[in-house]
């Protein structure tokens, strides 16, 4: 590992002042520390955020904030998670093993990065890595790459459970810039599909910190469901995963939030699919519909193939049991 400069500041200015001179900030370290290992990523100095204050879950404005460093055993373990957003609990548990939950962080689980093993090797030609380098995943081994979302200089797929079931939750993602500004951002707003420029994954910009996480109050009524379908029953990434947020009046759906992970090169979310729902009877032919919608512009390559009739079998068990 090449050497590089740590420092662990308990106040934000320090920590600002530090990325301004292009530090990079750490959180719980459980990609990026390895990312430094293998000299994937190789930062000459990281600033640890871990004593900022952004550690708790506070009640706001009827939904949760969750601070940036809130670990993802404790929030899955959260009780008003687990009571009003049980599809973001499961899917928390569904990522990772225990113990890299209890180390990894809400703010670096939303910038962890992809699991592409041309990636992770640096003899390999990688746009994502080595910008301009070629993608040796094209013609190379595809299982856990992307369908949705791609381009011809990047198939990398997204590796995150959290950020699936916070894009059915409609999340933001809150954000402090450099000169202490805060925004609030969409979590369709904050990743970046690949084009021609797949190293850049957010809309993130220099020096920007993740403060938190806000989840707007939990949809009254609502039926939620987060199912994974995986190569083993734990410690694997998504082949394909559903976090649904659907709401019947009537016999009718009344609302619709699905997200996917496992298919994109960012989690993933079509809102055409929720409007072929809404107004409609649950059935079948219905669910059918949506998946064949979902992977309208699908563009599968040799090895990700299997994940098209995958989906669309994962989405119609996920609305069945939704809907019974
Ligand atoms: Fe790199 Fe993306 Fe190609 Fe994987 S798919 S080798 S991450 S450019």
């Keep these: 590992m090449k050497p590089f400069d740590y420092q662990r500041p308990s106040d934000r200015d320090a920590a600002h002042a530090a990325a301004r001179e292009g530090a990079m900030f750490i959180a719980g370290g459980t990609n990026l520390v390895d990312l430094m290992k293998l000299e994937v990523m190789a930062p000459d100095r990281l600033v640890d955020v871990s004593r900022l204050g952004l550690d708790g879950i506070e009640v706001q404005d009827g939904g949760l ?17 687990r009571r009003d957003y049980p599809v973001l609990s499961r899917a928390l548990l569904a990522g990772a093993s225990g113990q890299l939950r209890n180390k990894a962080t809400t703010g670096g689980n939303l910038l ?23 993608c040796a995943a094209l013609g190379g081994e595809m299982r856990n790459h992307a369908v949705l979302g791609t381009s011809d200089h990047c198939v990398a797929l997204h590796p995150s459970d959290m950020a699936v079931a916070m894009r059915a939750l409609d999340a933001l993602v809150e954000v402090e810039g450099p000169d202490g500004a805060i925004r609030h951002v969409p979590l369709d707003d904050f990743y970046r599909l690949p084009g021609v420029t797949p190293h850049l994954e957010t809309t993130l910009g220099a020096g920007d910190l ?27 990434f998504a082949l394909v995963s559903v976090a649904a947020v659907v709401t019947l009046d009537k016999g009718r759906f009344s609302q619709a939030a ?66 019974q």
């Design 258 to 323: 699905l997200a996917f992970g496992g298919l994109g090169a960012r989690p993933w979310r079509d809102p055409a699919v929720d409007a072929l729902l809404v107004g409609e009877t649950p059935s079948d032919a219905l669910f059918a519909e949506a998946g064949k919608h979902l992977l309208r512009n699908a563009a599968p390559r040799e090895g990700t193939e299997f994940k098209l009739p995958l989906a669309r079998r994962v989405l119609s068990a996920v609305l069945k049991e939704a809907t």
């Design 112 to 134: 962890q990065r992809t699991r592409c093993p041309y990636f992770y090797d640096t003899d390999a030609a990688c746009n994502k890595r080595a910008p301009g380098s070629g």
């Design 210 to 236: 993740i403060t938190a996480v806000l989840l707007p109050p939990p949809p009254q009524g609502a039926v939620q469901v987060y199912r994974k379908v995986r190569d083993r029953a734990s410690y694997a």
């Design 65 to 81: 904030r969750i601070g940036a460093m809130v670990t993802n055993s404790d929030l899955a373990a959260d009780p008003r998670l």
